[in-house]
Each structure stands twice: as structure tokens, then as C-alpha cells.
């Protein structure tokens, strides 16, 4: 194994790439992003491409569309004749064969332009590291954190949907994953297999929906906690940085460190990053011969551009999720009820394999909720931290050139930035234990409805 030093691993934590790899390729499973973004130009390859993400996307409209139909149907045929059981189980199905359409919709069809304004903004103007100074933290963190939350969420999605694949595997029954209605005797042969295939690909579909839109999500939150600490970093960092500008020595820089090093004595400081040292020999002859207040004025103008790009992509981000999570906290509360409620009136003699299945859904619903209300708080949080990363430099040594800036600075960082759901509920840590404790009363209430037939 080729072993690197730690300047080779620094210059590569470094350089700039593209942060949205995988979850763009989770995108274009779905259908919620062109698989003609990797084919660059014109030509004959170009308009096949293009030609080829119409019909896979045309296609994957079918079987999402076809699915939800037939279950709308079933519910319809099926409805008012007791089995509650069975009528709760199709209710869950359509409702995440409709979400799967319209994330199809949105992402594809109604804001791609947005979209494709977020992932340019971000890849395109993001700081791969610091500003000079005594030490300094990279992106390498916060994206091999967004790469491992992402990577494990979307196979727990393919796993937790495909499971039920293997349902009819193992009952031997010629049953079909997904039980609703066909107009049609889907047993015979190969009409058995086009139909087993049909709804194969939908669970496929669902799974890579689910991942794309809650994926997203969590990767852009955590890149912009991974902005914050490199933001947080900087402002500390921000009189060293004007020291270097002027072209200062090393009494001065060792004076100034230890000042700074009082002040910074607190761990913990970074949500993604890992702070390392810069030697003092590489800050000597970095800069050129001018005055404090120039040289202070060009880093923290630095800074505050890079508060602001991180504010305009949270804005985009905002515009973007909002409306969608604003349903999507309705559509998680059912679904936690229904597949809770489905869970315990499985009694028949495969209620094992059915339990399992259902209980992956209800962890999957879970999880997509926690991600959600989670990375989004992570986010509120770093807002508010700035004006704590500012005062860790050593301010009181150029109190008179600085207090002005300083206050200017204090008094904007204190917007803190809230990801919503429709610019209603805020997304944090408590809504989702209010989702949860919400779907369960939903659930009480539906046992109870239950009980009197």
C-alpha cells in the first residue's frame, strides 16, 4: 500500500471536486436527474443520451403510475368489506407509490433549474479549506461524512424495499410481492413474470425516490456544516491571516499565537472537521509589506463573502425543500401509524416474514424522518456559532481598528438560519418527536376504531 506524508495528505484533503457523485447517480437511478449530465457536448452520442433518459424516465413513469393505479383500484374494489387489515396495507402502498411520483415530477420536471442552481452553487464556489493561519481545517472531513451517510442510507433503502421481493420466494405461493388487483389472471405463465418484473422495478423506483430526496437533503446539510467549520476556522483565525498579509515575524507571530491559543483552549469546536497546526515557518515571508488595517480588512472581507455564499445556498436550499417537506411530515405521520398499525394485526401463518418487512418499513419511515430533522439542526445550529468563532482571536490586542467590523459582523451572524417545512413547522430534533408522538396517537385512535367492528 502506497504510504502518503502528511503534506501529500493535506494537499489532497484540499483540492476541489465534485461532492455529489454518488447521490447524483442515486438521482439518476430514479429518474430525478438526466443520465445525460455525464455525456458533455453534441453530437450523435449527446442526442442518444438524451433520447435514452426520455425513455427510461417515460418508462419509469409507467411502472410507478401503472402501480399506484392498480392500488386505488384495489382500495376502491375492496372497500367496506371488514378487512381493515388488508385495506390499511394497500392505503400504504399507494401512498408511497404517489410521493415516489411526484418526487419524480418535482425534482425532474417542476424545479430542475433549481436543482441544478444548488449542486453548481455548491460544487462551484464552496471553500475546499481555511484562510491562512495558525491552524486550519478542509472539506475532506464533512464529505467523507456526507459520503458514508448517504452510501449507508441508500442501501438501507434498496434492502428495507426490495425485501419484499423475496416474500413470495419464500411462501411458494405464486403470490406477488405487492397484493392488489389486476384486471387480469397474472398467474398464467410469462404474464406472472412480466407483472413480477413490473413491480420489482417499483420497488427499485421506490427505493432510489426515497434515498434521492432524503439523501440530498442530509449531503447538503452536512457540505454546508462542513462550509461553517471552514467559516468558523477562519474567524478565529482572521487576525493571524492580516499578521501573515503584513508580512510579520516570528516574535510577532509567536506573540499573537499565544495570545489566541488563551482564548481557544476549548475542544470540540467543529461539527465535521479536524483542526490541525500550521507550522509558523510556512506564515513567515507570505505576504507583502502593509499596514494592519489593510491587511485585516482583505481577510475579514474573505470571511464575511463566504458567510454570505453560505446564506445563499441555504436560501436555495430552503426553496427548494420546503414545500416538499411540508407534505413530507404529513405523509411520514400515516405512514409510522399505518405500518405500526398493519404490524400488529399480522396473525396469519406468514406473519413472520410480513412483520419483518413491515418493521423495515416503519425503521426505514424512522430513519428518513430523523436524517431530515436531524442534519437540518445541525445546520441551525452552526448559525448561531459564528459570532462564537470571532471572538476566539485575540480582538482586545487591535480593539480601536477592529470594533466596528467586529460589531457590523456580530450584529448580521446573529440571523440565525431555520431549515421549515412550508415555512411553518421548524426542522429540528423536537419535531421529530412530535411526528412520532403524533402518529402514534393517530394509531391508538385507529386500534380503537378497529376494535369496535
Known sequence: ????????????????????????????????YPFGYYVRGTGVLADLARVCDLA?????????????????????????????DFFVNCLIQTIIYLWTIAMKLYFRRLRPGLLNAILSKINDEYEPRSAVGFSFVTMAGSYRISKLWIKTYVYCCYIGTIFWLAL????????????????????????????FLLQAMGQIQVAASFASSSGLHMVLCVLISGQYDILFCSLKNVLASSYVLMGANMAELNQLRAEQSAADAEPGQYTYSVEEETPLQELLNAGSPMDFYSAFRLSFVRCIQHHRYIVAALKKIEHFYSPIWFVKIGEVTFLMCLVAFVSTKSTSANSFMRMVSLGQYLLLVLYELFIICYFADIVFQ??????????????????????????FFMLNSRRQFQLTAGKISNLNVDRFRGTITTAFSFLTLLQKMDSRE
Open 56 to 84: 427510461y424516465e417515460l418508462l419509469n413513469y409507467f411502472v410507478s403510475v401503472h402501480i399506484a393505479g392498480l392500488y386505488i383500484c384495489t382500495i376502491y374494489i375492496n372497500y367496506g368489506q371488514g378487512d381493515l
Open 1 to 32: 500500500m502506497k504510504s502518503t506524508t502528511k503534506k501529500e495528505r493535506i494537499t489532497a484533503d484540499s483540492r476541489r471536486r465534485d461532492l455529489f457523485v454518488f447521490v447524483r447517480q442515486t438521482m439518476c437511478i430514479a429518474a430525478m
Open 382 to 407: 452552526n448559525s448561531q456559532r459564528c459570532g462564537e468563532a470571532l471572538w476566539r482571536s485575540p480582538w482586545q490586542r487591535h480593539l480601536k481598528e477592529v470594533r466596528s467590523d467586529y460589531i
Open 168 to 195: 413470495p420466494i419464500a411462501y411458494r405461493d405464486g403470490s406477488l410481492p405487492l397484493a392488489c388487483w389486476y384486471p387480469f389472471d397474472y398467474t398464467q405463465p410469462i404474464v406472472y413474470e412480466v407483472v
